[in-house]
């Protein structure tokens, strides 16, 4: 059985902007750490979108929809917010208990203690800085169920005693895979010094434990992928819409003649 991390204590933050899906496991958001708001999701041919700002530091707040504990697997930049690893949904993550929820805000280093998420320059990034800058400006979440013992069946007249639950196997472990980059032509635009990524930013005090969790499936069931830039870029890009400008009108006093007052 694996054994996966479970927040101890996660904070109450204000209903605003979230990632649902319909038969989801989990909702997810990303949370301003300078506003306390949730950063606003945007959607584009089928992707989702948020504008950040370097030096803002961010969390990511998942939150469990179901009546019993799932675990989610949190890559940034594919890179796993926990081990450090190129991120694969079948590595560690954090277990929500049921109805549960927790805000994820930085790279874990200890049980008590992570390095924030801080947007910033590529080239400053934790992935870039740990030579992996293929997949910066991508957070993913892949979500699992968990195993429940078989139910003890009722034996019938001809049939012998149940023998018991059996034993359980261990989840398989993948090598590495990195998180699907995000496609984009235009080369102006996605040169490494202008985009975002996430830094390692100042230490914080954490505090999460050791937990025992099987999947139910090898398979997550639920993938989400938040993509994010700075606002500049993404209007640039028409992922947020810019503000529209009226045509100027040659005659803007043209009208019909007034009555004559008096």
């Not at 030579?131 to 003890?152: D, K, L, M, S």
């Not at 998180?179 to 954490?206: C, V």
């Amino acid at each position: 059985m694996n054994r996966f991390l479970i927040a101890v204590l996660s904070g109450l933050l204000p209903a605003c902007t979230t990632v649902s899906q319909a038969a989801s496991l989990v909702d997810v958001a990303v949370v301003s750490r300078v506003t306390g708001q949730r950063i606003p999701v945007w959607r584009h041919h089928d992707r989702l979108y948020i504008a950040g700002s370097p030096g803002e530091k961010y969390s990511v707040l998942v939150s469990n929809r179901t009546g019993a504990r799932v675990l989610a697997v949190i890559s940034v930049d594919g890179v796993n917010v926990i081990t450090g690893e190129t991120a694969t949904p079948a590595q560690s993550g954090y277990v929500l208990d049921s109805r549960g929820r927790v805000a994820i805000t930085g790279w874990r280093k200890s049980l008590s203690e992570v390095a924030a998420f801080v947007f910033t320059a590529l080239p400053a990034s934790y992935a870039a800085l740990t030579g992996r800058p293929q997949n910066v400006g991508v957070i993913g979440i892949a979500a699992f169920r968990e195993r429940r013992p078989p139910r003890r069946r009722p034996p019938s007249i001809s049939a012998q005693p149940y023998p018991g639950f059996g034993s359980r196997s261990d989840a398989s472990r993948e090598s590495s895979a990195g998180a699907p980059a995000s496609p984009e032509s235009d080369q102006a635009l996605r040169k490494s010094e202008e985009r975002l990524g996430t830094g390692h930013g100042e230490r914080e005090k954490s505090q999460v434990r050791y937990t025992d969790f099987q999947r139910a499936t090898s398979h997550p069931g639920q993938l989400v992928s938040i993509y994010y830039d700075s606002r500049a870029h993404l209007l640039a890009r028409g992922i947020i819409p810019g503000p529209q400008h009226a045509e100027p009108n040659p005659f803007p006093a043209l009208q019909f003649a007034p009555d004559p007052r008096g």
